[in-house]
């Protein structure tokens, strides 16, 4: 079942970036590594998604994920650096990309043929109190921002990667971050609540800026993990006009939060489901997580999507919602996003 689907976050930028041989060419011809390339992408049925660029957190020595020093703040300067390379890749990937992926500057040019690619910051490290680095960023295509990775910075708290757990854990948004949250809205960038810790939330809720949108993230109802959404923090996405991206990583989806690649796809449809029971169809979207995740053995890249819309119609959703859940909600909310 192949459908045009938009995704609402992978991280094929920070795989890409800095890694051996030519990183564009790698992207346009396909390396057959991680889980996006954009020939499996075409194979795939991906007709957009959000691209993130993310400043890593530092290692305490080994790159594995128990070993990431997440407590430490990361500084400005090594943030704004990093992701100034990643936002470049992405930008010599579309000159080179001959019109088969185009960065999504408006509601328009998410449609038509080719990737629309829509450049998303995972966590806010790199803009300075004055904005100078959000208006530039903003003028190379950033559309849309989360306030936090899962750490602190000057804007928020991020949630924790413990389990069992809530997103119930550390303060809320900071004055800057209120005032962050407050230019994206005039900027017409989205502000992405996937990572932020529950009082975050409901501080950006309280602002009414626009939809409630969590790119990557599940139901905790289902997965007590603390990067979930309860279900108040549901209702409240649904009522908003957001919606919430199902991760696809196996650790946000399993009630025992394993990280264990034999999960079957229809966990990720029951999370679909209770999404839609709480907060409406129109807010079941996908965010599948792409190069930073677990992904089901199932599932093991972009060109499995068409296993997994399968999969969603035998749990019982029908064609037209279908399609509202591959692409027409994020459609429709980043084009309310976008708006100034
Ligand atoms: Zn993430």
Request: charged content about 20%; glycine content about 12%; hydrophobic content about 45%.
């Amino acid at each position: 079942m192949r459908l045009p689907t938009f995704d609402g976050h992978n991280d094929v930028l920070s795989r890409l970036h800095g890694a051996a041989g030519d990183p564009v060419r790698r992207f346009l011809d396909g390396d057959g590594e991680g889980h996006v390339d954009l020939p499996r992408a075409e194979a795939g049925g991906f007709a957009g998604g959000c691209f993130a660029v993310f400043p890593c957190s530092p290692f305490r020595g080994v790159e594995e994920a128990d070993a990431v020093d997440y407590a430490s703040p990361v500084a400005r300067e090594r943030a704004l650096a990093e992701v100034l390379g990643q936002v470049a890749l992405l930008l010599r990937i579309e000159r080179a990309a001959g019109g088969r992926l185009r960065v999504a500057r408006s509601a328009a040019e998410l449609d038509g043929p080719g990737v629309a690619a829509v450049l998303h910051l995972e966590g806010a490290e790199p803009i300075d109190a004055g904005l100078e680095a959000l208006d530039v960023l903003h003028a190379a295509g950033l559309r849309s921002l989360g306030l936090v990775w899962s750490r602190p910075n000057a804007f928020a708290a991020g949630v924790s990667f413990a389990f069992p757990g809530t997103p119930d854990e550390g303060p809320g948004l900071t004055a800057l971050g209120r005032q962050l949250v407050r230019a994206c809205a005039g900027r017409g960038i989205l502000v992405d609540l996937s990572h932020l810790n529950e009082r975050g939330f409901w501080d950006v809720a309280a602002l009414e800026h626009g939809p409630l949108v969590a790119s990557h993230s599940g139901a905790h109802a289902l997965c007590p993990s603390p990067r979930n959404l309860t279900d108040e923090q549901l209702r409240a996405i649904g009522a908003s006009g957001g919606l919430v991206g199902i991760n696809f990583h196996v650790g946000f989806l399993r009630a025992d939060g394993a990280d264990d690649p034999d999960t079957p796809l229809r966990t990720i449809a029951a999370h679909a489901a209770h999404v839609a029971e709480l907060a409406g169809v129109e807010a079941v979207a996908l965010g599948s997580d792409f190069d930073g995740a677990t992904m089901p053995r199932e599932l093991p890249d972009v060109a499995a999507l068409p296993a997994l819309h399968a999969v969603l119609a035998e749990a019982g959703f029908s064609a037209a919602e279908l399609g509202l859940v591959a692409r027409a909600n994020w459609r429709r909310v980043l084009e309310a996003a976008w708006r100034t």
